[in-house]
T-cell receptor
């Protein structure tokens, strides 16, 4: 079993829908990151969380340390949100990655 | 700032050849990470440096892989000899505080 599990692996939705991507981890961590990888391959860091919730524009990330679970939400989704979203947990100074969730938003 | 710079962006080589990947981190960042991404295994940490010193190379697959950081503005990842199973996208990232900034990656194909 991977230390970091994401669900779903693939998600297709219509423009405007509310999107939720989940991440569960099995080890103690100091922080959790959400990354976005565009179709062209570039990786961008979206959030770093150690507790609670963070919001940036239409993106919201939450974490429950007790349950070892985090969610990434996208409100009013748009085709430009289509990308692979990767959850990564920080242990010491290393990041351990989930397999990613491929999100496709159709117009 | 131009961000993290990697070169080359693409590399095609034959099995057995030496491959050198290069990375220039963002100025002022004191941590540098090398990652490999494949379809089968996703993103994996290979090695990371703090203040130019290798801290953890437990992710380096085998002795064919080596990484150096001779100064704060330059790092290399070398594969010698290369094998087809090394084909992947190799990312370099540098870190300031908690955020890692990724380079565009080098797409390596070993025939």
């Amino acid at each position: 079993k991977n230390e970091v599990e994401q669900s779903p692996q693939n998600l297709t939705a219509q423009e405007g829908e509310f999107i939720t991507i989940n991440c569960s981890y099995s080890v103690g961590i100091s922080a959790l990151h959400w990354l976005q990888q565009h179709p062209g391959g570039g990786i961008v860091s979206l959030f770093m969380l150690s507790s609670g919730k963070k919001k940036h524009g239409r993106l919201i990330a939450t974490i429950n340390i007790q349950e070892k679970h985090s969610s990434l939400h996208i409100t009013a989704s748009h085709p430009r949100d289509s990308a692979v979203y990767i959850c990564a947990v920080r242990r010491a100074q290393k990041l351990v990655f989930g397999q990613g969730t491929r999100l496709t938003i159709n117009p | 700032d131009a961000g993290v710079i990697q070169s080359p962006r693409h590399e095609v080589t034959e099995m057995g050849q030496e491959v050198t990947l290069r990375c220039k981190p963002i100025s002022g960042h004191n941590s540098l990470f090398w990652y490999r991404q494949t379809m089968m295994r996703g993103l994996e940490l290979l090695i990371y440096f703090n203040n130019n010193v290798p801290i953890d190379d437990s992710g380096m697959p085998e002795d064919r892989f080596s990484a150096k950081m001779p100064n704060a503005s330059f790092s290399t990842l070398k594969i010698q000899p290369s094998e087809p199973r090394d084909s992947a996208v190799y990312f370099c990232a540098s870190r300031l505080e908690e955020t890692q900034y990724f380079g565009p990656g080098t797409r390596l194909l070993v025939l």
